[in-house]
C-alpha cells in the first residue's frame, strides 16, 4: 500500500511580507493621488475614494473566506485520510466471516 505524503506547510519568508505590503501601499498611493488629481467636483472625487475603500475591504474579505475554506477542506480530507486508514489497517481479509 502506498502512503500518501503529508502536506508540505510553505512558510513565507519576511521579503515576502514586504513586498506584498509595499506593493499595496504603492497600488493605494497610486488610486489616491489619480483620484486626487481628477478634474471633477468633490462629490464625485469622494464617492470614487469611498468606492476603492469599499472595493479594498471586499478583497481583504474575499481573500480571508477562500482562506478559511480552503484550510477547512485540509482537515476534512486529513481525517477522511485518518479514518480510511484505520479501516484499512483493522481489515484483515483472511478473517473467516462470523
Same mark, same amino acid.
Given at each position: 500500500?502506498?502512503?500518501?505524503?503529508?502536506?508540505?506547510?510553505?512558510?513565507?519568508?519576511?521579503?515576502?511580507?514586504?513586498?506584498?505590503?509595499?506593493?499595496?501601499?504603492?497600488?493605494? *498611493?497610486?488610486? +489616491? =493621488?489619480? !483620484?486626487?488629481? @481628477?478634474?471633477? /467636483?468633490?462629490?464625485?472625487? *469622494?464617492?470614487? +475614494? =469611498?468606492? !476603492?475603500?469599499? @472595493?479594498?475591504? /471586499?478583497?481583504?474579505?474575499? *481573500?480571508?473566506?477562500?482562506?478559511?475554506?480552503?484550510?477547512?477542506?485540509?482537515?476534512?480530507?486529513?481525517?477522511?485520510?485518518?479514518?480510511?486508514?484505520?479501516?484499512?489497517?483493522?481489515?484483515?481479509?483472511?478473517?473467516?466471516?462470523?
Amino acid at each position: 500500500m502506498s502512503e500518501t505524503p503529508a502536506p508540505v506547510k510553505q512558510q513565507s519568508t519576511t521579503a515576502y511580507y514586504g513586498q506584498a505590503i509595499a506593493s499595496f501601499a504603492v497600488a493605494i *498611493a497610486a488610486v +489616491a =493621488i489619480g !483620484v486626487y488629481s @481628477l478634474d471633477v /467636483s468633490g462629490w464625485i472625487r *469622494a464617492f470614487l +475614494a =469611498i468606492s !476603492v475603500l469599499y @472595493l479594498t475591504t /471586499s478583497a481583504f474579505t474575499l *481573500a480571508k473566506v477562500i482562506r478559511d475554506r480552503q484550510e477547512a477542506d485540509q482537515l476534512v480530507s486529513r481525517v477522511d485520510q485518518a479514518r480510511l486508514e484505520k479501516i484499512l489497517a483493522e481489515h484483515d481479509p483472511f478473517k473467516p466471516v462470523a
